[in-house]
């Protein structure tokens, strides 16, 4: 469909292209707002799509629409949902306050759409409004912050998935390297001995006692302002809207979705969101220090560490031949350090609500969707490219442990804290090996030495005490 339409708004008429689904007020917001070329999140048009559904069967149900433009808002949403009109969903995310623009653009396709299926030109709005029939009992005061919920429920689904992957990867090394002794670290200083199995068995633990804490935030997200209409006390929305919309739409997501139980605090606070950035941000905080122990662990090799080998995935120098380097890890670190950046900008957002409503909603909503998408698309590969196939370079492992000082912390109970220390200070300086120190010395009988320090004690070191 070619040329132009003309459209009217309470600014005036503008010209909006003839095949578009959007309108006006989306003409307007891309004219205004030309900031980042990004547009929003899947999961966040799927979750208006959604609300728009619930939303138009609730005013069926409670005849404020009657069934024949009902139903073709119903279909139009629903095609929404399913992706039909990304294209048309064209606002930046960075746009007017508390997402109107979005909110508009979102009413003006499925006008147009239900338009269309009822047989009538797009932007002849007398039958099927933007405002007046898609947009019945709502206001973006209380849809976008119900769909920012909803969206950011949908998007850690699906990494609460991602993250369980990972650590079942991690699991997997924990027990092939279960029987691979090697010195511990504290301080970046020489310690006690651990398995490398126990080192990988800790970051998955991490990452599955991060799923916990999912739970209780999951839970506040799910507690809508849908229903509260521009501050909370629902204007213009039919009696019982509120707790049907949001059973509606609880239906159409197959989330445990509720009525807000204050519904002005719900139009104020973005508190869930922030909640979520803030798991984001701890779940970050955990994979970064997890993707920097596998390049501390991997570095050298002539001159690091060298306990683990890393799946070589690429050419690492563009001058240095053959020297490959810790890409998958350093890639994670770089989506880590983003989504802890993206923590800041949401709780400033957050804080920026003033009295009933808080316009910072779309940065908040993009920075949260953003980080859930880019962990949830990121970590299957991390895993699948970097974990699966890390291998233990057993014999450096065994010669620093061998090496290691720490080791004579086995001997205070017997000779105290201060003759020990003694031992170790003489060995570093000499360059002789404690074992060799106290079989010269008679401190302790030679077969009691070797129960203490020889190889086969190695093992028994690592055994957790109960």
Not at 119 to 144: A, H, I, L, M
Not at 259 to 285: K, T, Y
Not at 323 to 351: Q, R, W, Y
């Amino acid at each position: 469909m070619s040329g132009v339409r003309r459209e009217q708004d309470s600014l005036g008429e503008r010209e909006v292209p003839a095949g578009a689904y959007y309108g006006i007020q989306t003409l307007r917001a891309q004219e205004n707002f030309p900031v980042s070329g990004l547009r929003a999140s899947r999961h966040l048009v799927r979750a208006y799509g959604l609300l728009k559904l619930a939303a138009a069967r609730a005013n069926r149900s409670l005849e404020v629409l009657d069934a024949q433009r009902a139903a073709a808002i119903e279909q139009a949403a629903q095609e929404l949902a399913d992706g039909k009109f990304d294209r048309e969903v064209l606002v930046d995310v960075f746009q007017a306050g508390a997402g109107t623009s979005l909110h508009m653009n979102v009413n003006e396709v499925l006008a147009n759409r239900a338009l269309e299926l009822l047989g009538e030109p797009r932007g002849k709005y007398e039958r099927v409004s933007p405002n007046d029939q898609v947009n019945r009992g709502q206001s973006t005061n209380d849809t976008f912050p119900s769909a920012a919920q909803v969206a950011t429920l949908l998007a850690l689904l699906e990494l609460r998935r991602a993250v369980a992957e990972l650590s079942a990867s991690l699991r997997r090394k924990e027990a092939e390297f279960a029987k691979t002794p090697k010195a511990g670290r504290t301080h970046l200083k020489d310690a006690m001995p651990v398995t490398l199995g126990e080192e990988f068995g800790a970051y998955a633990s991490a990452l599955e006692r991060a799923i916990e804490r999912l739970d209780g935030i999951e839970t506040a997200l799910a507690e809508l302002p849908l229903g509260g209409s521009a501050v909370g006390t629902g204007i213009n929305s039919a009696h019982g809207f509120r707790a049907l919309a949001v059973r509606e739409y609880a239906a159409l997501t197959a989330l445990d979705l509720h009525p807000a139980r204050d519904p002005f605090e719900a139009m104020q606070s973005r508190a869930p969101l922030l909640a979520a950035s803030a798991w984001l941000r701890g779940l970050a905080a955990e994979l970064l220090r997890i993707s920097n122990d596998l390049r501390l662990l991997a570095s050298g090799p002539a001159t690091g560490l060298d306990e683990i080998r890393l799946p070589e995935i690429q050419p690492g120098s563009s001058i240095m031949p053959a020297k490959v380097n810790p890409s998958a890890a350093e890639c994670l670190a770089m989506v880590c350090f983003h989504v802890i950046g993206a923590d800041t900008a949401t709780t400033h957002a957050v804080a920026a609500g003033q009295l009933e409503i808080n316009v910072m909603m779309p940065l908040a909503a993009f920075e949260v969707l953003f980080s859930a998408e880019i962990l949830t698309r990121y970590l299957p590969v991390f895993a699948r490219t970097c974990v699966d196939g890390i291998e233990a370079n057993r014999e450096r492992a065994e010669r620093f442990l061998l090496d290691s000082h720490a080791l004579a912390t086995v001997l205070t109970p017997r000779l105290g804290y201060l003759r020990v220390a003694e031992l170790v200070h003489e060995s570093e300086r000499s360059g002789r090996p404690v074992k060799e120190l106290l079989l010269e010395r008679h401190l302790l009988p030679p077969e009691e030495v070797e129960a203490l320090l020889g190889q086969a004690a190695l093992l028994r070191l690592t055994e957790v005490v109960p």
